[in-house]
């Protein structure tokens, strides 16, 4: 199964979105910062699941209907950081879905995730990661578990990492740096975590039109 994430830099990259689908022809593909009302209803194979409606700037996740069929969706609202309180950029900063694998039989939750802005505490933001897998779970006990997205995580990554296994969950970055807008704040923003898959790599795309390059994240179930 491959996962494509990104970031659109307040929709900016939309516009890439039908020739990344076709270079990398995803499973499923993970979007945030996202205009939601201007998102279309297909993008090549790929059929729009759904997209948070509280945001200005949304997430959205789109799937192969050929290969899954939803069985049920959900948005989140995570803690809030003061960035959120006075700009009110996000609320929802999740959406999940459960899909089951048509050929398989077998179900699974796959999730669009965007943290809290680098304004925040890397322990706000460990606290919004840990209550979105919890939330994520609700969706179907037990079943295997995917999120990707913007995590707002440079540096400290070992204490990240710490976080998420204590939480029963692996942490998969990229292989090379997905945020390249300015020298200073350079690193993997982008990555995965996940339990009962098996993450054979995750792949940084070429650089478009957003601060952030795409992931794509290649995985099977475990």
């Given at each position: 199964?491959?996962?494509?994430?990104?970031?659109?830099?307040?929709?900016?990259?939309?516009?890439?979105?039908?020739?990344?689908?076709?270079?990398?022809?995803?499973?499923?593909?993970?979007?945030?910062?996202?205009?939601?009302?201007?998102?279309?209803?297909r993008i090549g194979d790929l059929a729009?699941?759904?997209?948070?409606?509280?945001?200005?700037?949304?997430?959205?996740?789109?799937?192969?209907?050929?290969?899954?069929?939803?069985?049920?969706?959900?948005?989140?609202?995570?803690?809030?950081?003061?960035?959120?309180?006075?700009?009110?950029?996000?609320?929802?900063?999740?959406?999940?879905?459960?899909?089951?694998?048509?050929?398989?039989?077998?179900?699974?939750?796959?999730?669009?995730?965007?943290?809290?802005?680098?304004?925040?505490?890397?322990?706000?933001?460990?606290?919004?990661?840990?209550?979105?897998?919890?939330?994520?779970?609700?969706?179907?006990?037990?079943?295997?578990?995917?999120?990707?997205?913007?995590?707002?995580?440079?540096?400290?990554?070992?204490?990240?990492?710490?976080?998420?296994?204590?939480?029963?969950?692996?942490?998969?970055?990229?292989?090379?740096?997905?945020?390249?807008?300015?020298?200073?704040?350079?690193?993997?923003?982008?990555?995965?975590?996940?339990?009962?898959?098996?993450?054979?790599?995750?792949?940084?795309?070429?650089?478009?039109?957003?601060?952030?390059?795409?992931?794509?994240?290649?995985?099977?179930?475990?």
């Amino acid at each position: 199964m491959k996962v494509i994430s990104y970031n659109l830099r307040k929709h900016r990259a939309a516009g890439e979105l039908v020739a990344l689908a076709t270079a990398h022809d995803p499973d499923i593909l993970c979007l945030q910062e996202c205009d939601v009302a201007h998102l279309p209803e297909r993008i090549g194979d790929l059929a729009l699941a759904d997209a948070t409606q509280g945001n200005r700037l949304g997430l959205a996740m789109f799937y192969r209907e050929s290969a899954f069929r939803l069985q049920g969706i959900r948005t989140i609202g995570l803690k809030k950081s003061l960035h959120d309180r006075i700009a009110k950029p996000a609320h929802e900063r999740v959406l999940g879905a459960r899909l089951r694998d048509i050929d398989a039989g077998r179900e699974f939750i796959a999730a669009s995730f965007h943290a809290a802005p680098l304004t925040a505490l890397n322990s706000l933001r460990r606290h919004q990661i840990r209550a979105a897998l919890t939330e994520l779970a609700t969706l179907g006990e037990g079943l295997p578990q995917l999120m990707v997205g913007d995590y707002n995580y440079p540096v400290f990554k070992e204490n990240l990492g710490h976080a998420v296994r204590e939480h029963g969950y692996a942490l998969t970055l990229s292989d090379d740096h997905t945020y390249t807008r300015y020298r200073v704040f350079r690193g993997h923003y982008d990555f995965a975590t996940s339990a009962g898959f098996e993450i054979e790599r995750v792949t940084t795309l070429p650089q478009g039109s957003s601060d952030h390059r795409p992931i794509l994240v290649t995985a099977r179930l475990d």
